[in-house]
């Protein structure tokens, strides 16, 4: 298994954020390979929004008590508090990036980009550059550079600008 991921003040820890209208709080990739399987399971959600982009293979999503396959060229979008539940597996060669993403204006944006608030999966294409930009969003929250928040706003606008236009 493949793992890359990074986080806002190298924090592990869920939090929301309402004092800009938009904040990334952490950012990463799991490539499997050697592992027969990755699962996921949060009852109770989180209290931040995920976008993940299958960008290889396949992933299961457990959504309103039914198994979704998810397969690459999808993205899938979790609301706070939604129960978190989905599980990939190494036969799959499953490659999912994924973003968290909290603040006071998030669900205007995303509605002003045409993302869906009202469906979890929804089909976006496979682009590199939306691999190219969770990579980048990785590296500024390893890297920590002056003007890494203001820079990962930017990063997620523009994969929501690709979303948008896909």
Not at 113 to 130: A, D, K, R
Not at 149 to 156: N, T
Request: proline share 5%.
């Amino acid at each position: 298994m493949y793992v890359n991921s990074g986080y806002l003040h190298n924090s592990v820890v869920h939090f929301k954020d309402k004092s800009r209208p938009l904040v990334v709080g952490s950012c990463g990739t799991f490539r499997l390979y050697n592992r027969p399987r990755l699962p996921t399971y949060r009852p109770r959600g989180r209290i931040d929004f995920q976008l993940l982009y299958v960008a290889a293979g396949k992933a299961h999503f457990f959504l309103n008590e039914e198994d979704v396959i998810v397969s690459a060229g999808h993205m899938v979008l979790y609301q706070p508090k939604e129960v978190q539940r989905y599980v990939y597996y190494g036969a799959d060669q499953t490659e999912v990036f994924w973003v968290h993403f909290t603040g006071s204006d998030v669900r205007n944006i995303l509605k002003s980009y045409g993302i869906p608030l009202t469906e979890h999966v929804f089909y976006t294409g496979q682009l590199p550059e939306y691999q190219n930009l969770y990579l980048k969003m990785i590296q500024e929250l390893k890297e920590c550079k002056p003007h890494y928040e203001e820079l990962l706003v930017y990063h997620l606008r523009q994969l929501f600008i690709l979303v948008s236009r896909s």
